[in-house]
């Protein structure tokens, strides 16, 4: 009895023993990982969803690199650098003055005035010499001879008296600034020479010098024809070139000069002179000719007229 009295208890206490154990939570190691908590979902901005187990920031890719017609990406600020220009910084604008050029000059370098009678007109280039100017100027004065001049915009910032005597009296017409062969430029490039010589022409003399315009060294084609008559001019070319230009080295003299010019004349006729020296002689022939040719012309029954026989100024 005794013995089966202590079984009993030896059962008991055990199974006290086990019953305290499911009971009590388990002590954690010391060192040992805590259990991960389950995934929880982050809302970011815009809606978009990311887990907590996200690439780490030592593996976000860098931003994209900008191309190279700086298109603007999401990374980074838009450029403010301005698009290349498609022509040249110097490029000067297209003229805008208003005007209107009768449709039958347009398209056309003229060598003679349209619908005239017998008449002549003499006309000069000075680009970029003025030993000629003065004895040029006094003779069509004592002869009370009209002429038309072309001038350089280096002329007449070279020879800015010479440019003002000039356009006191007479009409005067665009050279272009540095008298290049136009053939060779680009449109940009024409229009610049064209503007530019304007420009200092008219802060010279006060003058505008639309609508004439001569093409350096007679170089010409049609689609520089187009462009000049779009920056509201009329080129106008000659019937006879005196050649004076050439000097006595270049086998000219006054009689020439003079022959060529009475030999030539026209109605409606042009004649290219000079008023400068030649560089190699320092001979001076269109102006020494002067006097010689109006006379000669006239005692052919021509009238001497400018080029607004053909087309008024400015329009």
Known sequence: ??????????????????????????????GAPLPEPPPVSVTTTPATTASASAVPPSTVPAPPTPTATRTPTASGPTSTRPA?????????????????????????DLTTMPGSGK?????????????????????LADKDAPATFFLTGRYARSFPASARAI?????????????????????AAVRAE????????????????HPYFRFPFGAVDAHRIAVVNGACYVPFRWTTDTLGWKGTSGGQSVTTVTDRVLGGATPGGIVLMHVGANPNDGSTLDADALPGVIDGLRGRGYTLVTLERALPATP
């Open 1 to 30: 009895m005794a013995s089966t009295r202590g079984l009993l208890g030896v059962l008991v206490a055990g199974a006290a023993l086990l019953a305290g154990c499911a009971l009590t939570p388990p002590i954690a190691t010391p």
């Open 84 to 108: 290349r220009p498609t022509q040249p910084a110097t490029t000067a604008p297209v003229e805008t003055a208003a005007c209107t050029i009768p449709t039958g000059l347009l398209g056309r």
């Open 119 to 139: 008449v002549i007109a003499l006309t000069f280039d000075a680009g970029g010499d003025d030993t000629g100017t003065a004895a040029i100027l006094s003779v």
């Open 167 to 187: 356009a006191r009296d007479h009409p005067i017409g665009n050279h272009t600034s540095t008298h290049p062969d136009l053939t060779t430029l680009d449109d």
């Open 194 to 209: 064209l503007a530019a010589g304007a420009a200092d022409i008219k802060d010279t003399t006060g003058q505008d010098p």
